[in-house]
Each structure stands twice: as C-alpha cells, then as structure tokens.
C-alpha cells in the first residue's frame, strides 16, 4: 500500500449522495459510491467485474447496487448476490466487488483503503460556539500538494488577495516559527495586515494566524482579528487528490460569525479561492516539486516544513 493510501480522503458531500450511485475519482482510480438499504455510505471500484462496465451507470435497488450491463447486483459487503440470467445461481465468492471504507463527517464522505485510516484533525468541529458549515467543492487543474502549499503561504496575500487579504505596502513578513507535530507540523507568531480580513470587517487591521499540517492533503488556519475581540476563524482545507494533477476542493469554516446567512459566508470565501484558483493552475510543474527546480527563501519556511513532511513520509502523489 501506498503511504498516501493510508490516508482517508475526502471525494464527495454527504448530501450529494442519494437515491443513485454516484462516480467520484481518488488517488487515479474511479469509485462508485451509494447508500446501502439502511443508508449507510458504500464504495466500491466503479468497475462490474463480469465485463468491466462503470457500476455507476447502474441503479440502487433495495440498498444493493445494479450493473446496467447485465444486472448483476452486488449487496454493501460487495458480494454478488444475483445474477439475472442464472436466477437459481449462487454466485462465488470471486464475483464479489472490493470495498473501500467510507467515513462521515464534516459534511462530507471520505474514501480509505487502510483500517486504521483516521481523518484530518479539525478541533473546532465540536465547538459549539462555532458555526460550521462548508463551501466547495471546486475541481482544480492542479496537483493536492501545490493547493495544501499556497494555504499555508503568506507571503502571497498582498498581491493575489489585494484589497482583501493583503495589500502591497504591508507584504514584510514576521521570522514565524514552524515545529513539527505527530501528524505534521505547527506555524505560529504568522501576522498579516489586512484591509478585510473576514465578511464582518469595516476596516483594516493586522490578523495572527495559526497554520496547522493535519494530513498529507489536509490543513487548518486559525485566524484571529486585532480589532474584533472574541472573533476566531477557524478554516480547514480538506483537497481530495483527484489525479496526479487534478483535485477537487473543500472548506470546512468554523467561524464566530453567527449573523452572516451561508450564502454571504460562501460569497466571501469563495472570492478568496478564486483569486487563487488562476495562479495555482499556473503553476508549473503542476506537480509539487520536493527537490531541485525552484528557488527559496526565508519567507518560505512552510513550504519548506511542507515538502520535508512529504519526501519524509514517502508521499509520492502530486509530487516530482
């Protein structure tokens, strides 16, 4: 097993899922999830394996899954369990199709191949002081590692978020502290000045920010306003990598901010990412690169906790 395969990852919204089989894509492989009889998220290869035909054309029926080829139906354990054109045939145990763990949780369904799989930390979940909701996902023409990479990154504020999250005449950055962590590593004494650093603020001022690795793919910002006291920001980055190349992307906000509907909440960040999106598909390699093909500096002592971590734990998916 791949150590990114050890790795639960998030591939879908929990409500997308169901009456129909749904196709989502992880780590180059194509998936087919679906709710079994008592509503219990399932996963399986999108692959019948009578004669190869996506499952995900198929339909549910009484919680088991229906290839649209021939009919074969497979129950949540991925047993065939009927074969239409031998209805008195007991299908074998070698007509069964693999199954994949499924999590839910943060709005979402995550994929894993290892038991012993846990998700990314995101503490906030059970504050209930927090309003969380999600904003997402978007499908980026990018590698998982480049996205995690730019989250982490200050230094990019006053000129991708100008008028936002930066501005140019404040882009001089703190000596910040990065300390490794079981499941990544910590940056701390981050500061930015910021003309609007979330939807409530009427004026400029200088935000702390907290950046936390919690997964290969997974990261947390904790963000706290100078001028707005009690206020704290929590925002996880959750990015299924899609192909070595292609992601799709989530975040899971957990914010003081009780007043905003979901729609203003959405409208903000999805301005922020926006800005993003065009620079990171810019990007080449759209592969992260772990060693050699692009200059440092001080300012980047994520970036570089970042690709340490990676090459560290063998996590090959995204990388070159």
Request: hydrophobic share 40%.
């Amino acid at each position: 097993m791949k150590p990114e395969q050890r790795f639960a990852h998030p591939v879908l919204d929990a409500s997308a899922l169901g009456a129909a089989p749904v196709a989502v894509r992880l780590l180059g492989d194509d998936v087919v999830l679906w709710r079994d009889e008592s509503g219990t998220p399932r996963a399986a290869p999108d692959r019948c394996p009578h004669r190869g035909t996506r499952l995900s054309l198929g339909r549910i029926c009484a919680g088991q899954i229906e290839c649209p080829y021939h009919g074969w139906r497979f129950d949540g354990a991925g047993r065939c369990v009927h074969i239409p054109a031998l209805p008195d045939f007991t299908p074998r145990a070698t007509h069964a199709v693999a199954i994949f763990g499924v999590i839910e949780a943060h709005g979402l369904l995550w994929l894993h191949l290892d038991p012993e799989a846990v998700l990314p930390r995101f503490d906030a979940e059970t504050d209930p002081k927090l309003r969380k909701l999600n904003v997402g996902p978007y499908d980026v023409a990018t590698s998982a590692p480049r996205i995690v990479e730019n989250f982490l990154d200050l230094a990019h504020f006053g000129f991708v978020h100008e008028g936002w999250l930066g501005d140019r005449a404040h882009v001089a950055l703190d000596s910040y502290r990065v300390e490794p962590t079981a499941n990544g590593f910590v940056a701390t004494g981050c500061r930015a000045w910021q003309p609007q650093s979330n939807r409530l603020s009427s004026e400029g001022s200088w935000v702390d920010y907290r950046y936390e690795l919690t997964a290969p793919y997974a990261a947390v910002l904790t963000k706290l306003p100078e001028k707005q006291d009690g206020y704290r920001d929590e925002i996880a980055l959750f990015v299924c990598p899609v192909d070595e190349d292609a992601s799709r992307v989530w975040f899971r906000m957990a914010l003081t901010d009780h007043d905003s509907s979901d729609e203003q909440v959405r409208t903000f960040q999805h301005t922020i990412f926006t800005q993003d999106q065009p620079v990171l598909e810019s990007q080449r390699p759209r592969r992260l690169p772990l060693s050699g093909g692009e200059v440092h500096c001080a300012a980047d002592r994520s970036s570089a906790a970042y690709r340490r971590f990676l090459g560290e734990h063998g996590i090959t998916f995204g990388t070159c």
